[in-house]
Nanobody, 121 residues
């Protein structure tokens, strides 16, 4: 009923920048917290950044000061601006959204398909 489509990943040199986007569509009554997670091969999926409907944010210590999460509630879209990228940022980045699909329902978590970010010289 809800789909999250990510875009903006790719190959970038160390010190470069990328901007990821994630657009939610489908049966959506309201979206609450949205976030970005990443997973490198052989490692667990970790939270990168989260943002509430009101704009409160949380960042992993490893990206604080370099990444910025934002959202456009009218477009049901969340963004991740990634600056000063490092090789250790290389991972598949996933979008997650807490979505209420009706006025009487509870929130549920939905995940995007993931987009590859590779930082290499």
């Amino acid at each position: 009923q809800v789909q999250l489509v990510e875009s903006g990943g790719g190959l970038v040199q160390p010190g470069g920048s990328l901007r990821l986007s994630c657009a939610a569509s489908g049966r959506i009554f309201s979206i609450y917290t949205m976030g970005w997670y990443r997973q490198a091969p052989g490692k667990q999926r970790d939270m990168v950044a989260r943002i509430t409907t009101g704009g409160s944010t949380n960042y992993a210590d490893s990206v604080k000061g370099r990444f910025t999460i934002s959202r456009d509630n009218a477009k049901n879209t969340v963004y991740l601006q990634m600056n000063s990228l490092k090789p250790e940022d290389t991972a598949v980045y996933y979008c997650k959204a807490d979505v209420k699909i009706s006025d009487r329902g509870s929130t549920r978590d939905y995940w995007g398909q993931g987009t590859q970010v590779t930082v290499s010289s």
